[in-house]
């Protein structure tokens, strides 16, 4: 997974050296064997930009994840860290804003209701005006991947377009229509006349039964590629992601998922299930 990333990363920044490339999840990969005590593969670092977690510290009531805070304290001395928390209630919000924000990380807390990304929160942390010019400068993002809650692409752009969020972080997508360059740069601007940054989701560990690469005929071990079923959802099946079919469908040529990313002129793409190694070795 580590040389993965890397090469999707290489195959980006050779057509635009500033790509932003950040996995979710599955931080040990920042590090030698898996282990921090063995040190940072710098390769790895170098490929990337930053690296989102999910529910670090909240996942509906209080958890605790000490190695991968750890870990993420760590990177964060070199790379942004993306938490994405979920809490029931107004206190655990508060809780979870103060607990990412005295680590440094930024922090989307989603609140109940939201644990699919499908809605734009009414509050934003550290809003601000800032021109945004590069990640590291972000101090406030969005994480809205699912476009359920939108009746039209106008709609869904246009809610976009009226945030002041440093990062977008939403889908290449909506509802299976890839987003034009047009409408992409058109959200690069926050409604208060700030610059910002916008990143497009990719999911690298699964594929997906509603995106534009899968054939009808596919199923779970046909192609043999197709590993594992995804518990809990049944529209995703876990890959061999080593293997050459998927990774040319993730970044090989004018077709790939990346390429598509990169002609919508986004600024960069955000890895999903890169713990796909955890689930086909050791689950």
């Not at 809003?127 to 406030?140: G, L, P, R, V, W």
């Amino acid at each position: 997974m580590q040389e993965f990333i890397i090469e999707i990363s290489n195959y980006a920044r050779k057509q635009i050296p500033n790509f932003i490339i950040i996995p979710q999840n599955g931080i040990e990969l920042v590090f030698n064997d898996l282990a921090p005590e063995d040190g940072v593969n710098q390769a790895f670092l170098n490929a990337i930009d930053g690296f989102g977690i999910e529910e670090l510290f909240y996942n509906s009531t209080s958890v605790s994840n000490p190695e991968t805070l750890e870990m993420a304290q760590k990177v964060s001395e070199q790379k942004v860290i993306l938490v994405a928390d979920y809490v029931n209630d107004t206190d655990s919000y508060s809780a979870a804003v103060q607990k990412n924000q005295s680590n440094g990380f930024i922090c989307f807390s989603r609140k109940s209701g939201n644990y699919d990304y499908q809605e734009i929160p009414s509050s934003l942390i550290n809003e601000n005006t800032s021109h945004i010019a590069t990640f590291s400068e972000a101090k406030n993002y969005l994480y809205l991947i699912n476009d359920s809650e939108f009746t039209s692409k106008t709609a869904y752009l246009n809610a976009l377009r009226t945030t002041n969020y440093d990062v977008l972080l939403i889908d290449a997508f909506f509802k299976g229509e890839q987003l034009t360059k047009s409408e992409v740069n058109s959200l690069k601007m926050k409604q208060n006349g700030g610059k910002r940054v916008v990143i497009a989701y990719m999911n690298i560990g699964a594929a997906e039964k509603y995106r534009y690469y899968w054939k009808d005929k596919w199923k779970l071990h046909s192609p043999g590629w197709l590993k594992k079923k995804y518990d809990g959802y049944d529209d995703e099946i876990w890959v061999k992601f080593w293997k050459k079919e998927w990774q040319e469908i993730i970044y090989s040529g004018s077709n790939s998922y990346t390429q598509k990313i990169i002609d919508s002129g986004f600024d960069g793409a955000y890895l999903d299930n890169v713990e796909a190694y955890y689930f086909l070795y050791f689950d």
